[in-house]
């Protein structure tokens, strides 16, 4: 990993000095974690697609105003992130399906696709700042204070958003996945 970094500097340095090669290798490298992250935000996968073309155009036309290059993976979720909700901003008059979940009692065992599309139906019944509060930290491994920066809001707030979200998806997957995965340990 200290390697890596080393090397994202470098490409960092390389592509301030308009090496366009240097900056499609750090693309290479983050854009399916950007994909990834934007997939769950945003439930779409064109939308994803297109606001993750848009993210890599933006972080290439701002690199010079990067600070700190070490902060480049905070900072480029940090214009996914805006690039996300300003869709969403224009999106919201749409009304959304939302996929319930399995009934609690079908079946004795979830299979890992079954298990799958409950995570994914429950992550899409929280608040958008809830949501991506998970998706960053159990999704992405960012740090509290990395999720802070990137949210523009203070780690408490970080931390109350994940903690709160954590609790209702318990509460949601509780019925049919836990008690399912309960089937499975005893």
């Known amino acids: 990993m200290i390697f890596r970094e080393v090397e994202d500097r470098d490409l960092i340095a390389k592509a301030r000095r308009g090496d366009v090669e240097a ?3 750090l693309v290479s490298r983050w854009e399916k974690r950007v994909f990834n992250y934007l997939l769950r935000l945003l439930a779409n996968r064109e939308d994803a697609l297109d606001v993750s073309q848009d ?3 933006k972080a290439y036309q701002n690199l010079p105003k990067l600070g700190d290059a070490d902060k480049f993976a905070g900072w480029l979720f940090r214009i996914a992130h805006n690039e996300a909700f300003s869709l969403l901003r224009r999106k919201r008059p749409e009304t959304e399906i939302r996929p319930d979940l399995p009934p609690a009692g ?8 079954e298990l799958s599309l409950a995570v994914e139906s429950a992550l899409k019944r929280l608040s958008d700042d809830q949501r991506e509060a998970v998706l ?5 491994g960012f ?7 990137i949210l523009e809001c203070p780690v408490s ?5 994940l903690y709160t979200a954590l609790e209702l998806l318990k509460t949601t997957l509780a ?3 836990l008690r399912n995965a309960g ?3 005893s």
């Open 157 to 161: 707030t970080v931390k109350s958003r």
């Open 136 to 140: 960053l930290k159990v999704y992405q």
């Open 106 to 113: 079908s079946s004795s065992r979830l299979l890992p696709l």
């Open 23 to 25: 900056f499609n290798l």
């Open 55 to 57: 993210v890599f155009l």
């Open 143 to 149: 740090k509290f204070d990395e999720i802070a920066e």
């Open 183 to 185: 089937d499975v340990l």
């Open 175 to 177: 019925p049919g996945v």
